[in-house]
Structure formats: C-alpha cells, structure tokens
C-alpha cells in the first residue's frame, strides 16, 4: 500500500504529464499506434531480424513456414551471452517506441511511426537481444540505461546516435550528454 503522502505525489506527478502532453499538443504514448513487425518481403520484420543477426550457418527455420524460426545462434550485443533459441530473444528498437513518442514522434503520422517501427535500411535500428536485457533497457534513454562492457557501450552510443539523426529525434540535455560519454573514447 502506497502511504497517502507518497500517493497524492504521484497524483500530481501524473496529472502535470498529462496536462503538459496536452499543451504541447502530444497524445499520450500507445503501442498500438506504433504498427511493429509488418511485413518484410515473405516474412514479418521481427523474423527478418532474427534471420539477419543470426551466425551464418547456424540459422534453422521451420520446413513447413519458413519465415518461422526454430533457432540459431546469436550474440547478444549487449551482454555478449551467446543464445541459441529464438523464444529467448526479443527484437529491440535501440531507440524505443515510447522514447522516440516522447522525444519528437508524437508529431508523426501512422505511416511514418509504423516506417519507424519497422526500419531494416540501418541494420542498427533493431536488434535480436537477450530478452532479459532488452526488458531491463524497456523504454528507458542511455542516460538510464546502457549495457556494460566499452565495446558493447561505443556500439549502443553509435547506433543512438544514427537513428537520432535519421529519425530527427530531439533528446534532452541528459541523453545528449549520456551519448557524449557513450562516444567518448570510441573509434
């Protein structure tokens, strides 16, 4: 139970949101107006991720549908685990739906966040994860969460950068500067 003073805090927290979402004229964000995981040629676009990030060789789809994956083997860029099943992976927007919502997206149209959603042109946009870690990340900018490990660290910094541009997406002085440190020190 939450004690009454922490509660009416919240209350209010909440409230100066939504009051400030509608004076900037933004619809407070929802997933289903981000269309994910269209079609991509013959398969939908998370099966299109998995197929690509998965080690050469070692992809296996099903006889029957082949856009289903059965496994494979894929290096998660975050943690570095190696993983062998598709059910332990998820397909991350580097850049999550909810961030890009907040940070420039709620001006979209559906057609541009549904292209958004589901753009393979920069193989950085979206990635097979470990799905533990892309459930840790969740919506959150890299001034809250980044992976551990300098190489995994100046990849994660690169590839918010490019879809920031890309996608002309405005981050807050805080992500601004966790991508800075990010960088910093990379090639």
């Not at 300098?150 to 981050?171: E, Q, S, T």
């Amino acid at each position: 139970m939450i004690p009454h003073r922490l509660l009416g805090g919240l209350v209010l927290t909440a409230l100066l949101a939504v009051v400030l979402l509608t004076l900037a004229g933004a619809a407070p964000y929802d997933r289903a107006a981000w269309p994910h995981w269209a079609r991509a040629g013959a398969c939908d676009v998370r099966h299109a991720v998995l197929a690509r990030d998965a080690a050469p060789g070692t992809l296996r789809t099903d006889p029957i549908r082949p856009c289903r994956v059965l496994s494979g083997r894929w290096m998660d860029p975050y943690t570095g685990v190696a993983l062998a099943r598709p059910d332990r992976l998820d397909v991350d927007h580097v850049v999550p739906l909810q961030w890009a919502h907040e940070h420039g997206g709620a001006a979209w149209d559906q057609a541009r966040r549904q292209a958004y959603a589901n753009d393979l042109s920069y193989r950085g946009h979206l990635l097979a994860v470990d799905r533990r870690a892309n459930r840790a990340k969740g919506a959150r900018g890299p001034a809250a969460w980044a992976p551990v490990g300098n190489a995994a660290r100046c990849d994660y910094g690169h590839r918010w950068a490019a879809v920031l541009v890309v996608w002309d997406l405005r981050p807050g002085e805080a992500d601004r500067a966790a991508i800075r440190d990010l960088l910093r020190g990379c090639r």
